[in-house]
């Protein structure tokens, strides 16, 4: 079903926070943040930054986050920091307000997912 990374992305994005975050009320299994944090950043697309910034706020807020997020390994960690770096990056590069609120917003998650 979603055999690429591409497939996985793109449902990631277009299935939306809300979606994500009902998905994974009760946890995420052990293994699958990592894989969502690699493919995340390997197929990160400008265009998608807000939904990624709402996306990993409602990972942020399952049951178990923090659990998951000590299992990560190296490569998923780096992923994730290299994720949330180009997040910020992209929302610092424009002066309007809501792009600095989403800028703020990605700094907060960088202290959420140990960055």
């Known amino acids: ?3 690429t990374p591409a497939d ?5 994005v277009h299935v ?3 979606h994500v975050g009902q998905i994974f009320s009760s946890e995420i299994s052990f293994g699958l943040l990592g894989d969502m944090m690699n493919v995340l950043n390997s197929e990160y697309n ?7 910034v709402a ?8 049951n178990r986050f923090s ?7 190296k490569t998923e960690r780096t992923a994730c920091s290299q994720l949330l ?3 910020h990056q992209t929302f610092v590069e424009c002066t309007d307000e809501t792009s600095q609120q989403l800028a703020d917003t990605v700094i907060s ?3 959420v997912y140990n960055v």
């Open 109 to 111: 998650l960088m202290s």
């Open 55 to 62: 996306v990993l706020e409602a990972l942020s807020s399952t």
């Open 85 to 87: 770096q180009r997040l």
């Open 67 to 73: 659990l998951s997020l000590q299992f990560l390994d």
């Open 1 to 3: 079903m979603l055999k």
């Open 46 to 52: 400008k265009a998608d930054s807000s939904e990624l």
């Open 16 to 18: 939306g926070s809300r």
């Open 8 to 12: 996985q992305y793109n449902f990631l």
